[in-house]
């Protein structure tokens, strides 16, 4: 993370305190999710006054909760908080119950996501028991270049959005298995041309497989994307198809009531 101190270790002059709140938040991650007051001030890049004075505030809002050892975690509050994203919690509401049929048809990992700016958010993942394991969690961010669901919202995305993705050379992205560039935007065209995206992703040295269909609006604005995922190993994609794209019909209706 960059720093963003003066000269003798102060915070950058005139930087609002919710920034620097935010940035202190920012510091957890599923492989961070309890820090020490030290590891909270040099990842955000304030001085160990501030980062004290912020966290003590948000622990009194319930922001962050503080152990007996003095180190930090997340507290319920923003939890509470961001339940009541209609983008998150409107959409899982309505999305889950298809969501759970589509669980049961396939064994497998179901996804929903939702594009925020040039990454996909995880809204919603449901897992059956003998499916193999992937890692990703509920409010975590996805790449949109390499994801099942990931290619289905970039394919809808304004313009620019997608103009800013396909701009960056994926090459050197090991866990992308979809190309870079001009293959990339052949794969936007199609995904556009069938309603539907089969994607392969190498993560953690296993290579998985998802199968993705757009959830739309009464006007027919991609709102969300919702996929099966498999070891790639594990069945033929086009065997997805069908089912992915009825549940995500189906939760397309349920929204727009």
Not at 109 to 128: C, D, K, Q
Not at 153 to 166: G, I, N, S, T, Y
């Amino acid at each position: 993370m960059t720093e963003r101190r003066a000269r003798g270790g102060r915070p950058a002059r005139g930087e609002p305190v919710l920034d620097r709140a935010f940035r202190l938040l920012g510091c957890f991650s599923p492989d961070r999710p309890t820090l020490s007051l030290a590891a909270l001030s040099e990842l955000a890049g304030l001085p160990k006054p501030t980062a004290l004075r912020l966290a003590r505030k948000l622990v009194e809002l319930g922001a962050l909760e503080q152990a007996e050892s003095g180190d930090y975690t997340i507290g319920l509050r923003l939890l509470e908080i961001a339940s009541l994203a209609p983008r998150g919690h409107g959409l899982r509401e309505n999305a889950l119950p298809y969501m759970e049929d589509l669980l049961h048809a396939t064994g497998q990992h179901v996804l929903l996501s939702v594009r925020e700016g040039v990454a996909a958010v995880l809204v919603e993942r449901l897992s059956a028991r003998g499916a193999h394991r992937v890692g990703y969690r509920v409010g975590g961010r996805m790449p949109l270049h390499s994801t099942g669901n990931g290619l289905v919202l970039l394919a809808f995305a304004p313009k620019r959005v997608q103009e800013e993705v396909l701009a960056v050379d994926w090459s050197a992205d090991e866990e992308n298995l979809n190309g870079t560039g001009a293959e990339l935007r052949a794969r936007l065209a199609a995904v556009r041309r069938n309603r539907f995206a089969v994607s392969s992703r190498r993560k953690r040295g296993v290579s998985l497989t998802s199968v993705a269909a757009p959830v739309v609006d009464r006007r027919k604005n991609t709102i969300a994307a919702v996929s099966v995922i498999t070891g790639s190993e594990q069945v033929a994609p086009a065997t997805h198809i069908p089912a992915v794209v009825a549940v995500a019909r189906a939760i397309s209706r349920a929204a727009a009531l």
